[in-house]
Nanobody, 127 residues
C-alpha cells in the first residue's frame, strides 16, 4: 500500500511564506507526476500545481502562478510546494497526489486522475 504524507502546514500572516512537503512511503512505485490540490471550507477541491517528471515540467493554477513553486525528487517520490506572498484566500487543506501512468498535462489538473492521495495539511493565512 502506498501512503503520501504531507507536512509543513500552519498559520501565517498575509504576505508570508510556507513550504509544504509530501513524501511517499509503503509499497515502491514509480510516479509519472505529482501534484498539489487544495480545498477550502464549503468549496470544491481545486488544482494548485503539478510536476511531470519527464522534463520536470510544472503547471500551476492561475491563482497561484508567480507565487507558488512546485519541486520534487522523482527517485524519492517527494514533492514540495513553496508558497510565497500568501493571501487569506489561500487558506485551505492542501493535499498531495501521485499519478502513475502518463497523462496529458491538461488532465493533470483533474484530481480524479490521480492514483494516490495524502490526508492533507491545513494552511491558514490570516489577514
Amino acid at each position: 500500500q502506498v501512503q503520501l504524507v504531507e507536512s509543513g502546514g500552519g498559520v501565517v500572516q498575509a504576505g508570508g511564506s510556507l513550504r509544504l512537503s509530501c513524501a511517499a512511503s509503503g509499497r515502491t512505485f514509480s510516479s509519472y507526476a505529482m501534484g498539489w490540490f487544495r480545498q477550502a471550507p464549503g468549496k470544491e477541491r481545486e488544482f494548485v500545481a503539478a510536476i511531470r517528471w519527464s522534463g520536470d515540467s510544472t503547471y500551476y493554477a492561475d491563482s497561484v502562478k508567480g507565487r507558488f513553486t512546485i519541486s520534487g525528487d522523482y527517485a524519492k517520490n517527494t514533492v514540495d510546494l513553496e508558497m510565497n506572498s500568501l493571501k487569506p484566500e489561500d487558506t485551505a487543506v492542501y493535499s498531495c497526489a501521485a499519478r502513475r501512468q502518463a497523462l496529458t498535462h491538461l488532465l493533470l489538473r483533474v484530481g480524479t486522475k490521480y492514483d494516490y492521495w495524502g490526508q492533507g495539511t491545513q494552511v491558514t493565512v490570516s489577514s
